[in-house]
C-alpha cells in the first residue's frame, strides 16, 4: 500500500542492474511512493543488465556514469537536476565490486591493483559521489543519501575478502561526510548494513548459501529481503527520519544483537 512518502522528492538511484537487485526493488517502490529520479549505472553494467526495461516501467531517464569518474559524476547531477526539474532530495549508492573475489583470489594471495580497484568502486566512489553533490550544490536542505553495506565491515567472514575492507570504508564515509554535509546543509548520510541478499552481486561469493542460511538461523524475525530493504530505503528518503544521520543502520531481522538462537542450538545439537 502506498502512502505518498516521497511525493514531490527527486532523487537519483545507482546500481539498479536486474530485478534481482536492491536498486531495483527501491526504484520501484520509490516510484510507488510518488518519488521521481534518474536511474544510473556503469556503461558495461548497463550492457549486461536490464536498466531500461526498468526505466521504461519507472518513466524514469538513464543517465549513463561511471561512479568513479568525477567528470561522470558532475555530469549525472548536472543533468539530473535538469530532468527533474530541480536539486535532488535523495541518493541510493548501490555500488560494490571486487575483482578479487570475482577471480576467486583468496585473501593471502590478493592482487594490490584489484585491491585497490575494490576500494575505488565500493568504497571511495560514496565520497565521489557526496563531494560532487557538494561542489555542485545538488541538493537540497535535508536531502537524504544512503549507501548499501554489509556486516561484514565489523566482523569477520570467510571469502568475503577485501569487500569487508571496502564496506567499513564505506560506513566510515558516511560518518564523516555525513558531519560535514549536516553542518553545511542539513543533508542526512547514512548506510544500511542488510542481510545476505539473493542478488546478482551478493550470489557471486563463494560460499552465499551458507551465509544466507545461516544468517536466516540466527536472526529472529528471519533475514530481510530485497523488497523489505526497498520500504525501509522509502522511509530513510522520507521527512519522517530527518533527525537521522552518520549512522549504520542495521536491517538485518536481529542478526546483528543475537548471540545463539534455538534454530542453531537445535542444528548443532544434532
Not at 530513510?236 to 538485518?252: E, I, P
Amino acid at each position: 500500500m502506498a502512502n505518498n512518502l516521497l511525493k514531490g522528492k527527486r532523487g537519483i538511484i545507482f546500481g539498479a542492474l536486474d530485478e534481482n537487485s536492491i536498486a531495483w526493488k527501491t526504484a520501484l517502490k520509490v516510484k510507488e511512493e510518488g518519488g521521481v529520479f534518474t536511474l544510473t549505472n556503469a556503461p558495461i553494467a548497463m550492457r549486461l543488465g536490464k536498466i531500461n526495461e526498468l526505466a521504461k516501467e519507472c518513466n524514469a531517464e538513464v543517465i549513463p556514469a561511471d561512479a568513479t569518474s568525477e567528470a561522470d559524476l558532475a555530469n549525472l547531477f548536472t543533468k539530473s537536476q535538469e530532468v527533474l526539474g530541480g536539486k535532488i532530495d535523495f541518493v541510493l549508492h548501490s555500488i560494490g565490486m571486487s575483482p578479487n573475489i570475482r577471480k576467486e583470489k583468496p585473501y593471502g594471495d590478493l592482487n594490490y591493483e584489484w585491491f585497490q580497484k575494490t576500494l575505488d568502486i565500493s568504497a571511495l566512489s560514496f565520497h565521489k559521489v557526496l563531494q560532487t553533490a557538494e561542489k555542485l550544490d545538488a541538493l537540497n536542505e535535508w536531502a537524504s543519501v544512503l549507501a548499501l553495506s554489509y556486516i561484514a565491515a565489523q566482523r569477520s567472514y570467510p571469502d568475503y575478502t577485501d569487500m569487508a575492507q571496502a564496506k567499513a570504508m564505506l560506513e566510515s564515509i558516511a560518518r564523516s561526510y555525513g558531519a560535514r554535509y549536516a553542518k553545511l546543509k542539513k543533508v542526512r548520510v547514512n548506510t544500511i548494513s542488510q542481510s545476505p541478499t539473493r542478488t546478482t552481486a551478493g550470489s557471486g561469493i563463494s560460499g552465499f548459501d551458507v551465509f544466507f542460511d545461516f544468517a536466516n538461523m540466527m536472526s529472529p524475525l528471519g533475514n530481510a529481503s530485497a523488497e523489505d530493504c526497498a520500504a525501509y530505503i522509502a522511509v530513510m528518503f522520507s521527512d519522517f527520519t530527518r533527525m537521522v544521520t552518520m549512522q549504520n543502520l542495521m536491517h538485518d531481522g536481529g542478526f546483528s544483537a543475537s548471540g545463539i538462537t534455538e534454530e542453531i542450538v537445535e542444528r548443532l545439537s544434532k
